[in-house]
């Protein structure tokens, strides 16, 4: 009877080790990050958990929207809006659920982003400027 229990307690201690190494191995291939950061895995949890709501939803306003057109052959704009806002705001969720999170880089690649946009509207400005100058000679 020991005997059969303690093949029992090391098949499940081997599976249990097994499954703890595969998912750490996978994490790590997802996310690209050797060790991988388990940091990551409450985020991870809590942005597949806001998917799965944001899908519920998403099937919901489908279906009002459907029954909606079916009854009045129309639907609301207001309400594809809706749809609209529920489906990038689960696309985000997706976009960012495997990113590394690195604020820090991303704030800096926001700041350039920004600066450039600042130098291209400056250089819109002066050949609006310039064309301005440019028909009022020619008048």
């Known amino acids: 009877m020991l005997q059969v229990l303690g093949k029992i307690a ?5 599976s249990l080790f097994i499954s703890i190494v595969m998912f750490v191995i996978v994490f790590s291939v997802i996310t690209g990050e050797f060790p991988p ?4 895995v409450t985020n991870t949890f809590k942005n597949l958990q806001q998917m799965t709501q944001l899908s ?7 279906k009002a929207l459907k029954d909606q057109y079916a009854v009045h052959g129309e639907v609301d704009d207001s309400d594809v809006e809706a749809l609209q806002e529920l489906n990038l705001k689960r696309a985000e969720l997706g976009a960012g659920l495997l990113q590394a999170e690195n604020p820090a880089s991303d704030n800096k690649e926001t700041n350039e982003l920004k600066q450039k946009v600042k130098e291209l509207e ?8 310039r064309v301005s100058q440019l028909e009022s000679k020619s008048k």
């Not at 090391?10 to 081997?14: E, F, P, V």
């Not at 950061?37 to 990551?40: A, L, Q």
């Not at 400056?122 to 609006?128: A, G, N, S, V």
């Open 10 to 14: 090391g098949s499940i201690l081997r």
């Open 37 to 40: 950061n388990f940091k990551r």
């Open 56 to 62: 519920r939803q998403i099937q919901e306003q489908q």
């Open 122 to 129: 400056t250089q819109l400005f002066r050949l609006q400027q």
